[in-house]
């Protein structure tokens, strides 16, 4: 079971909105910046965000971050069909004193 | 062109050890922190820790002690994760991992190897 909770799948169709939620505890994402990772299949993961809402260069600006509190969300706007991939929220734990990982969630685009 | 590549697909036994190599070419290898993560076949990635590449010091996650050890070789680029005593759930991809671009956040990692499977089973 993952310290960071995020929902296991989530779909949408293509120019549509969808929103990946990531819920932790005050020990990671209340007291440390979260990143996002997007794996296609059998690929390595990309960073996608980091210090919560930066893109890093070449990620297009359909994607945007934002954290509140305990809990961190990634955004995709004008959804295409290469967006479908797994996404994963990451974050500092500082009671394990580790880089923690969410579950992940699988990205259908219909 | 800056990359990280990481050796082949391992088959082994229970109880036996491996080693999995990750070079890195188109920068230098101890400008930046090389970091360990393992993805289990349909979980998400698990940081095992890194390796400080400028002194050789490793720190290793909460359940990574033990059985792994990460080295450096800054003669040829190359860092190395071995796992010793194999289990089978030590069936994983590993990857190395490494953040480039300065002013991102130290677990922002912008380059990754490709993963090496290694597969445990009698």
């Known amino acids: 079971q993952s310290v960071l909770t995020q929902p296991p799948s989530a779909s949408g169709t293509p120019g549509q909105r969808v929103t990946i939620s990531c819920s932790g505890t005050?020990?990671?994402?209340?007291?440390?910046?979260v990143y996002w990772f997007q794996q296609l299949p059998e690929t390595a993961p990309k960073l996608l965000m980091h210090?919560?809402?930066q893109r890093p260069s070449g990620v297009p600006d359909r994607f945007s971050g934002s954290k509140s509190g305990t809990s961190a969300s990634l955004a995709i706007s004008g959804l295409r069909s290469e967006d479908e991939a797994a996404y994963y929220c990451?974050?500092?734990?500082?009671?394990?004193?580790?880089?923690?990982f969410g579950g992940g969630t699988k990205l259908t685009v219909l | 062109q800056v990359q990280l590549v990481q050796s082949g697909s391992e088959l082994k036994k229970p109880g036996a050890s491996v080693t999995v190599s990750c070079e890195a070419s188109?920068?230098?290898?101890?400008?930046?922190?090389m970091n360990w993560v393992r993805q289990a076949p349909g979980q998400g990635p698990e940081w095992m820790g890194w390796?400080?590449?400028?002194?050789?010091?490793?720190t290793y996650a909460q359940g990574f002690t033990g059985r792994f050890v990460f080295s450096l070789d800054t003669s040829v680029s190359t860092a190395y994760l071995q796992i010793r005593g194999l289990k089978a759930d030590d069936t994983a991809v590993y990857y190395c991992?490494?953040?480039?671009?300065?002013?991102?956040?130290?677990?922002?990692?912008?380059?990754w190897g490709q993963g090496t499977m290694v597969t445990v089973s009698s």
């Open positions: 991992a490494s953040r480039l671009t300065a002013g991102t956040g130290i677990y922002a990692f912008d380059i």
């Open positions: 390796i400080n590449t400028n002194t050789g010091n490793p």
């Open positions: 210090r919560n809402s």
């Open positions: 188109g920068y230098r290898i101890t400008d930046s922190a």
């Open positions: 990451a974050t500092w734990d500082d009671n394990l004193s580790g880089l923690v």
């Open positions: 005050t020990s990671n994402i209340g007291s440390n910046s």
